[in-house]
């Protein structure tokens, strides 16, 4: 389409179109004008449906010629652009490799927590395993990091089957080095995978997860009771009437006796949906465990469960309450922090004195409430605890109870930096009674890209 003297040309392909239209359309109205009389009611009403008629071809050519114009703007453009320059990528904040129609999206962020603890020191995060159940004593300690801070890497790539994308991740929480000349940690992997059509390879985390009850803290670990876990694996997820069903095969560990060794991957099933204010989710694992121990003198290994349930709901527009709850029979380390080792840690099973490997009973539950005071400010309270039923003559210095409870502020200074302040608290029982406890405050400053 072209202009000549002001007026519109419009191109060969649409003439082709249009012409007939317009013609028909007027031979039609020209043997009406001269119809008898009698037919001048009918000749009206015919007119006027043709007059209708124009005006709708009228707007069609026009559509048609605002896309072709639009189409040909997009083309040049296309053109303009020389194959070694940086685009915007399909993804809100991405980029587009040059040569290729892969869009990128990097992000992450530094963090830095200031921790306070009042009677004992538990490191980096409020490990609630990590204490002392016979240390009565109150020892005060101060610590400063910037371990939790993360990078990480995405990609989305157009194909045949839908987009094809991947995720890379890390942060500091590796292998801690030296404090004394530049406070050193290894960078770690969080995630490392790619999913396309529904289906997922490669490290994430777990489809034991229970996201839709899983609370915000400052504190990096969060709440005990929680199913928290990352690993191999490999998942499919399906729609399934109004969510989605997915079914995984994850890497195994065995935690909690000595021995063991993995024979078969844990086998995932979950349904999740999110409604308008609410969102709820369950799933199930099913594990094989097994040992070398010579201990094991009876049967060597036993099949390990769990369940999973959890959810939330907005009972205001600034309220929500959330819950999740987990029980299991060698559910080991999909509660957190049930895992540990075969001494301490609730663990997943253990050798008894017939020699047979018994799997360790479990549960651990959360609840959780968040309120959203102002635009920038809001707060999280949480409360978290787990359970194992391992036998007090056996393990009497095993864990039986571990809690926590955070009660975390945070105020968003500006729209990338976020300023953290937090109360928490952690509580260990040990089988044979022994208890101790923790109290520490946080404060955490966050700057995101």
Known sequence: MGTHKGKIVMGTHHRKKIFPLWGGALGLSGALLLAPPALAQDRDATLEALRTQMEAMQRQIE???????RATAEARERERVPDNVVTGGDTPGSFMIPGTNTSFQIGGYAKFDAIYDLDQDLGDTL??????ATDDDSDTSFKAHARQSRLYI???TPTMLGDATTHFEGDFFGTRGTETFTNGSSFRLRHAYGEVAGLLAGQ????FMHFSAYPTTVDFDGPVGVSFIRQA?????????????SFSLENPEGTGFDGSRDTAPDLVARYHWIGERAAVETAAVGRRLKTDDPAASGDDSAIGYGVMLAGNLDVTDSTRLMAGAIYGDGVGRYIYTANG????GI???????????????????????????????????SFGQVRGDRSRDQSPEANRTLQSIHFGHFYQLTDPVTLMFEVSRAYKELENRDSEDNTRLQFAAQYNF
């Not at 490990?127 to 002392?132: E, P, S, T």
């Not at 694996?233 to 069903?245: E, I, K, N, S, V």
């Open 63 to 69: 559509r048609l010629e605002s896309e072709q114009q």
């Open 127 to 132: 490990f609630v395993d990590a204490i002392d």
């Open 154 to 156: 995405k990609s989305s």
């Open 204 to 207: 994430t985390w777990s489809n």
């Open 233 to 245: 694996q490999l998942r499919y997820t399906l729609p399934a009437g109004p969510g989605d069903l």
């Open 341 to 344: 080792s075969e001494d301490s």
């Open 347 to 381: 663990g997943a099973a253990v050798i008894d004195a017939n020699g047979d490997l018994d799997t360790i009973e479990a549960y651990g539950f959360n609840v959780a409430a968040t309120q959203q005071w102002t635009d920038k400010f809001s707060s999280v309270l």
